[in-house]
């Protein structure tokens, strides 16, 4: 059965961004807004760059109960009481996947880093709706260190050639959100784990924001050496 892809929060530059790269390749997904005519508005800048109407758009609350793989868009500080509402409508049948990341405010000249605490003793996003999500729902975390800005700009089609990494403990999950990436041309997903991973991962973000800030650009990205193709 083919997995439909929505994105709660997706009327944002990431969900723009991931939207468009999809949209490419020629894979619908369902973005989502709290308000419907923001949905409305969105997606249809988005389907008139593609030149197709491939994007839907939905609330949140349809976004949910439309899709199988629902991807968190929506920034961190928002994120867990914007899900709150809809887990009573998670099963075991979705994949949750968090492309979130807990950045403190940058500051000229200081270097980005995440904020020092979480809510209930998590120290990454992941591990923070990990125990907001029921336990039966898969839950994976990908996308986490595409510069949003990089996915927007279809116009310049800067060639990605990126790695996604992808950590989580359920593996079927896993491997899904893997094909979806691969639909996304010169993007390679890799297997970075468990969910503690995050914590990793989330740093390796900050890092390159600095980076992008540093070199004025935005198109930074992580590449792993020393992988063949059957490792993942």
Not at 63 to 79: A, G, H, M, Q, R
Not at 136 to 160: C, H, M, W
Request: charged share 25%; net charge positive; aromatic share 6%.
């Amino acid at each position: 059965m083919t997995k439909i892809i929505g994105m709660i929060g997706g009327t944002g530059p990431q969900g723009q961004g991931l939207a468009l790269r999809w949209g490419l390749a020629g894979e619908p997904v369902i973005m989502g807004s709290r308000q419907q005519e923001k949905a409305d508005r969105i997606s249809a800048q988005v389907n008139e760059k593609l030149g197709e109407d491939i994007v839907i758009p939905r609330t949140n609350e349809a976004c949910v109960k439309e899709s199988d793989i629902i991807l968190c868009t929506t920034p961190f500080d928002y994120i867990v009481r914007t899900i709150t509402p809809f887990v009573k409508y998670f099963t075991a049948d979705h994949i949750i996947v968090d492309v979130t990341v807990p950045l403190k405010p940058f500051e000229k000249g200081k270097m980005v880093d995440l904020l020092p605490e979480l809510e209930q003793g998590a120290k990454s996003a992941t591990e923070l709706l990990r125990k907001v999500i029921p336990r039966e729902v898969p839950l994976v975390g990908a996308f986490k260190t595409l510069s949003n800005a990089t996915l927007q700009d279809i116009d310049r089609l800067p060639i990605l050639n990126q790695d996604v990494f992808i950590l989580g403990r359920e593996k079927q999950a896993k491997h899904v959100v893997k094909v979806k990436t691969k639909l996304i041309k010169n993007l390679r997903p890799i297997d970075a784990g468990g969910t503690l991973s995050a914590r990793h991962v989330e740093h390796f973000t900050a890092f390159l924001i600095g980076l992008n800030s540093r070199y004025k650009t935005h198109d930074c990205g992580f590449g792993v050496t020393g992988l063949t193709e059957r490792d993942w």
